[in-house]
């Protein structure tokens, strides 16, 4: 289906900042959404963001908010994920997918909602 690749991931210590990228290919749809979460060890996937190809706005969640900036390039199929300030709880693979559906409540928050996930790129804040 979409083949995704995130890159950008690394070592930082707190209050640093990263980006990383998602790369698209295969055939991605825009009218459905790309999503960002992240897994720490002995936790579940949890929503980080979520962006769609036709739209500026993004959706975040509350522990990350007012730190971390999505954004896109559509021609070039590619999301961001712009991280500010990083704290060590931050510390987690982080995993770019496709296909949730952005025009039902909730969808874009819920992992089962997205059927493409990419290999997840790791992110570590030293104290």
């Known amino acids: 289906q979409v083949q995704l690749v995130e890159s950008g991931g690394g070592l930082v210590q707190a209050g640093g900042s990263l980006r990383l990228s998602c790369a698209a290919s295969?055939?991605?749809?825009?009218?459905?959404?790309m999503g960002w979460f992240r897994q720490a060890p002995g936790k579940e996937r949890e929503f980080v963001g979520s962006?769609?190809?036709?739209?500026?706005?993004?959706d975040y969640s509350d522990s990350v908010k007012d730190r971390f900036t999505i954004s896109r390039d559509s021609a070039k199929r590619t999301v961001y994920l712009q991280m500010n300030s990083l704290k060590p709880e931050d510390t987690a693979v982080y995993y770019c997918?496709?296909?949730?559906?952005?025009?039902?409540?909730?969808?874009?928050?819920?992992?089962?909602?997205?059927?493409?996930w990419g290999q997840g790129t790791q992110v570590s804040v030293s104290s």
């Open positions: 997918a496709h296909g949730a559906n952005p025009l039902v409540l909730g969808f874009v928050r819920q992992p089962r909602r997205y059927d493409s």
């Open positions: 962006i769609t190809w036709t739209s500026d706005s993004a």
């Open positions: 295969g055939r991605p749809l825009s009218t459905y959404a």
